[in-house]
T-cell receptor, first 114, second 113 residues
């Protein structure tokens, strides 16, 4: 079984709708991250969480919110989706925050906003 | 700010050809450097990493050496296989808080039989 899972894997929604993307992990890591991937831009950090009581904005947090329901669960919400939020979204975890730490990624959620 | 530049793709090679994907970076201090690989339909996974100057990371026949004098971390493989077809991301982490993990745009590699 995968260590980091994301649901749904694909989602089509309409402008103005609220949607939630979910991430679960069985690695026992405290640190969790949400990224979006756009063609030619690599991955950009949306939000990150160091534990259930610590949530921080990343590079591109506008239009997004997150919830850390438990150590194993980190959800990303789009309060009112817009077409330029069409992207591939990845959840990731890491054991620590040292700069040499490996990040472990989920399989991604492909989101299309019409 | 910190940044990563890598060669534009796509790169198309024949099986058993030599591969080089160039990566250069800009960062303050002494970042750790990574190569991640994304196979079709999957998330990113670590391919190799190096944490200090002159370190060589290696895995699955791939190698990259941390060159501080040229701020580079080029990925190489002596003989690619069809199964190496994927998107390769160079990345750096510049501090100990995880929020400054910077990815390059990715290079798509296609290996033909």
């Amino acid at each position: 079984d995968a260590d980091v899972t994301q649901t749904p894997r694909n989602r089509i929604t309409k402008t103005g709708k609220r949607i939630m993307l979910e991430c679960s992990q069985t690695k026992g890591h405290d640190r969790m991250y949400w990224y979006r991937q756009d063609p030619g831009l690599g991955l950009r950090l949306i939000y990150y969480s160091f534990d259930v009581k610590d949530i921080n904005k990343g590079e591109i947090s506008d239009g997004y919110s997150v919830s850390r329901q438990a150590q194993a669960k980190f959800s990303l919400s789009l309060e009112s989706a817009i077409p330029n939020q069409t992207a591939l979204y990845f959840c990731a975890t890491s054991e620590g925050t040292q700069k040499w730490e490996t990040q472990y990624f989920g399989p991604g959620t492909r989101l299309l906003v019409l | 700010g910190n940044s990563v530049t890598q060669m534009e793709g796509p790169v198309t090679l024949s099986e058993e050809a030599f591969l080089t994907i160039n990566c250069t970076y800009t960062a303050t201090g002494y970042p750790s450097l990574f190569w991640y690989v994304q196979y079709p339909g999957e998330g990113l996974q670590l391919l190799l990493k190096a944490t200090k100057a002159d370190d060589k990371g290696s895995n699955k026949g791939f190698e990259a050496t941390y060159r501080k004098e040229t701020t580079s971390f080029h990925l190489e493989k002596g003989s690619v296989q069809v199964s190496d077809s994927a998107v390769y991301f160079c990345a750096l982490s510049a501090d100990n808080y995880g929020q400054n993990f910077v990815f390059g745009p990715g290079t798509r590699l296609s290996v033909l039989p």
